[in-house]
DNA sequence: AATGAATGAGAATTCATTCAT
DNA sequence: AATGAATGAATTCTCATTCAT
């Protein structure tokens, strides 16, 4: 590994400091120096980890994203049938500590950018890559191939849609309403599961 | 009315301006000076009709929801059977004019920013309690009581996760995909509409 | 004329500033604020008139360039034989207003810019051709053909590096040491001048 | 010597890189860093072996300069007339490894710091002392007296005259233009030399 | 009503320099 | 000797906003 062990732990703390300022203040409101401020450090340290801010944030984004990500991984992992497999997906994507007003109204503010940022794009394709991915491995035992593609864009169409509400901040959708909603379409859309 | 005829005018034309700045932007390259040109007006007088940057956009929002809106209530007046009003509010709100990557993106800037803006707050509630209050009205006629709520919700956040998707400009949403997630998802939850 | 009166004004006053702090302070030194500061303006303003740093030292290169040439033109005008439009480049050249130690200084600075900059070299450029054109009107008269470009290109090295000497500030070169060598070269290069 | 042999070759490599820097980046884009990852080092070991930033570049410009005085030495011990001093001084002022845009162009960014750093102003009037001398040991053989010091003051211009031009890389001076600059002159200026 | 001049706050970024290891 | 972590000052540049005309 090229980086020193105080490089990859400064990093680490930046990106995260990154993403909560974002919570707080969205994406015009992150200042580096409010990162900064966040992390415990000085504003000139931010721009020696990191090229600038564009960067940052990207990395804030993965960091996000990576956390999301094992979430679902650990819980698709203790998985056996396909229909625990959606529901390790769903759970995943719905934990308490990730599904928050502040959380997602953090990924609201990235995804505003990421028309503007090719970078971010990126990103967003990969996630989004690896949701259809994870979706498909359990829609193809439930599903004729043809409803597979369809019903996976529909399930993160609606997680999205979900998380977009949440990031509003105005219903106060609570985490059991959202996970309702997951389940009750596909209770709607999937062939019936005798036992669960 | 109180304004005269040329400042309602102005008014109008800066507010689109805002608006397709916004497209074309996003909401940190969206500068007065900007919405200016684009309105082919002067950096002065755009704060001489709207008293800062917020309540200029706040317009623009409120613009650009009226047009989605007087779409879909357009279609609703065309429409008889509880079946018809839903296809009305879909159909409003993935027509071709609207679901456009740059407008999608637009809103979704819009929306970035709902959580620091009480006034931009205002309206999102606004434009979900209308979204709401059309869908329960075909709804109540198709499903038991219960269940409304929640299909109303679920639409509401598909549409939005279709937005939003269309919106991030990567996967090439288009606008006939989106709308036969709605139809599929509608088949499967509604009770069987013999005729259409 | 597309600027406005005041605009025009301002511009002059600090392309003028501009030229002025770079004599005191070198390209380094030469900080926006200072510009601004010596022009008796905000910080700010000198943005508006100018797009950015390099479009203002632009300016104020050009600005100086042309007080210089108007010296020069002024004097040419009231020339007639060749040797008195030789006598009028050089005097200008060496007029007791430009050929101070912090001018020169101010110019050694804009040239070392412009390998750097493309909009200083195209400036350069043209002082050069102006230079050498008003030479050469005077030295086809008095020298054959060949040997006119030499000696035009000799005297203008020769007062780049006079000038460059007195700009250095160490030697302490005075105008009439300056213009002695100008009139020694000449003297021993051209033929013999009956009359002056 | 208190030096160690490594530290003492650090600092020439050093020197070295921050001359060859000023070359491709001038004054402004020659920061420490690059000067470091030129010689293949870090950041910190520049500061380690100079001060500040400012002892770094006058090491440099010595260095530069012993390098050409050493070429005008090595011609001078082989020169035995007046004339062939001269020729020693100007052949070795315009060797083909020296006389080149970037050299000259990092020349003239030091020149253009001399008026606000003694440092390099004491080195400027060094080389001009020793340019100085070693034209007088040739001329006093050769003209009168109270003509010498002023030829000699002409040479040096002529020189930095032609160096100025090259650094400005607009013209492309050839070397052997410049040359033929300097002997025209010589040969004007100076008594008819019988045999070369 | 309209222009654009003017301001000043604020942000990103760069960099020399200092220190701990 | 050497690295690179850390700081903070300085600078350019952007923009919303205010004002005079």
Chains 1, 2, 3, 4 share one sequence.
Not at 135 to 164: F, K, N, Y
Request: charged share 20%; proline share 4%.
């Amino acid at each position: 590994m090229k980086l020193t062990k105080i490089s990859a732990i400064r990093r680490k703390e930046l990106r995260q400091a990154a993403f909560q300022v974002l919570q707080q203040e969205g994406m015009a409101g992150a200042t580096l120096e409010k990162v900064a401020a966040h992390a415990g450090a000085s504003k000139g340290i931010v721009l020696h980890y990191f090229r600038n801010k564009q960067e940052l944030f990207e990395h804030a984004m993965r960091e996000a994203n990576l956390v999301l990500s094992e979430a679902v991984s650990a819980r698709l992992r203790q998985a056996t049938t396909p229909y625990e497999r959606l529901e390790a997906i769903i759970d995943g994507n719905f934990e308490a500590r990730f599904f928050q007003p502040s959380i997602c109204h953090a990924w609201l503010s990235l995804c505003a950018e990421v028309p503007r940022e090719p970078q971010l794009a990126r990103i967003q394709t990969v996630i989004h890559a690896r949701m259809r991915s994870n979706l498909m491995s359990a829609l193809v035992h439930l599903l004729p191939r043809a409803e597979c593609e369809e019903v996976a864009l529909t399930i993160t169409a609606l997680i999205d849609g979900l998380w977009l509400r949440a990031g509003l901040q105005s219903g106060g959708l609570s985490r059991d309403t959202a996970l309702a909603q997951m389940r009750d379409y596909l209770d709607h859309r999937l062939p019936f599961q005798p036992t669960v």
